[in-house]
């Protein structure tokens, strides 16, 4: 199993902890996301993320202006996007717990 | 910015169709921020999108993906699409490998500077296929048109200025010119090779090109001459003579019991050699006649000619052979 597989399922859960800081454009979101340590993730990835996230209302968006360079579409945290954010969290919290916990016990047995 | 306007258009246009499967509002959806998510990215590094991003095919299936899109499975059109990815990925990489060994970067650098080479062997060989259709057949080295070689030369000059000055613009044709153009050439090739085959077997085996015409003498099977006159009756001890007095001389005298007669040398012999090997009989219209009729021999050189006119001088011919002749030879006068 590599971390690929592992990011299918938690990319959402990545994108919407990456923009509850800060809003972001696309490529910023990407290298929020490997500056993080999820060197892996692809930019396809994230792209389709945010329009997956956008089109169930989770993000809403803003163009900002660049004196150099194209414009810039900019994703950000809505009430619904922050509500989610929570859920899931916690999801993977527990989720997460009970992975460690099966680890260890497996740890100890070996 | 290294990344162009149109490098953009091309990539986003190359994942559209990879997502081709998907109903367009969905694919729509997935792709109508592409162009500025791409320009954004193109902003932030060097490279082409294609060095930084991937293949626009993998990109679209990661998109897919992501975009938790029906990733059902990939029609025919992307598997096509992807394998030729693929295969030009391994063309790619073999053809730096062989590059070196040629003594070049790439083995297409090599190949680029036998194109011109190739333009005019295209010439030649569509000059070659219209000889051999309008000839028909048998062919050799060189053009002819309808078999006539000035034609087929100046038709060959004609085809290399075409194909050199169609492999000049060849990079700037557009799609179908372009699919008609190699078709073409796929045709020429299968035709040089099939002519290629066919000449070599013609080779080893020695006979090139012609087919088998007889030049063989057309009297070859002539092994005497017998000439008859006007009443039917065999003329003995003719010479025939070509226009320039030149005797013609046909067959050989087989009968050998004669060839003594003129110091041995045939060719001074007269016509017919052997009388008694002679096709037609008499004319006996009348008279039993003796049906070997022709055993006067031909001994005395000088006494041919009252032969033709012989109707009253039997004896005359014939100083040792006296039987048949004679006799035959009246009888026509009586009846007329």
């Known amino acids: ?110 | 910015m290294t990344v162009t306007e149109q490098e953009i258009t091309d990539y986003v246009a190359r994942v559209r169709a990879a997502l081709a499967d998907l109903p367009a509002a969905q694919r729509d959806e997935l792709t109508e921020d592409l162009p500025d998510h791409l320009a954004e990215v193109a902003a932030e590094a060097e490279g082409t999108l294609i060095e930084r991003l991937g293949e626009p095919e993998t990109y679209a299936a990661e998109l897919r993906a992501a975009a938790g899109a029906p990733a059902g499975g990939r029609n025919l059109d992307q598997r096509v699409a992807s394998a030729v990815v693929r295969a030009r990925r391994r063309l790619r990489v073999l053809d730096t490998r062989l590059g070196p060994p040629l003594g070049y970067e790439t083995a297409s650098d090599f190949l680029r500077l036998l194109r011109p080479g190739w333009w005019v062997l295209r010439g030649y060989l569509a000059a070659m296929l219209v000889t051999v259709l309008s000839t028909g057949g048998s062919f050799g080295l060189l053009p002819r048109f309808g078999g006539e070689l000035l034609a087929g030369l100046i038709m060959l000059i004609g085809f290399l200025l075409v194909s050199i000055w169609i492999g000049r613009r060849s990079p700037r044709l557009s799609r179908w010119p372009r699919w008609a153009l190699h078709a073409g050439s796929l045709v020429l090739v299968v035709f040089a090779l099939a002519s290629l085959i066919q000449a070599e077997d013609r080779m080893r085996y020695g006979d090139y090109g012609y087919d088998p015409i007889s030049v063989d003498d057309p009297y070859e099977r002539v092994r005497d001459v017998f000439v008859y006159d006007s009443e039917g009756r065999l003329v003995e001890n003719a010479r025939l003579f070509d226009q320039n007095g030149d005797p013609i001389r046909l067959g050989y005298p087989d009968c050998a019991d004669l060839a003594d007669a003129y110091g041995g040398k045939p060719v001074l012999r007269a016509y017919p050699y052997c009388p008694d090997q002679a096709p037609f009989g008499p004319r006996a219209p009348g008279a039993p006649v003796p049906t070997v009729e022709s055993v006067p021999d031909p001994t005395g050189l000088p006494q041919a000619d009252p032969n033709p006119g012989p109707t009253s001088t039997p004896t005359s011919t014939p100083p040792a052979t006296p039987t048949g002749t004679p006799t035959a030879a009246p009888n026509p006068t009586a009846t007329r």
């Open chain 1, 1 to 110: 199993m590599d971390t690929t597989q592992l990011l299918k399922g938690v990319l959402d859960l990545a994108v919407l902890a990456v923009l509850r800081e800060e809003d972001g454009y696309g490529y910023d979101i990407l290298r929020r996301l490997r500056e993080a340590g999820l060197e892996e993730v692809g930019d396809a990835s994230v792209y389709g993320t945010l329009r997956r996230l956008f089109a169930a209302g989770l993000l809403t968006t803003y163009v900002v202006p660049s004196e150099s360079g194209p414009h810039r579409k900019y994703y950000a945290l809505n009430a619904a996007g922050r509500d989610q954010l929570t859920r899931s969290g916690k999801l993977w919290r527990s989720f997460a717990t009970t992975m460690d916990s099966l680890l260890d016990d497996q740890g100890r047995a070996a």
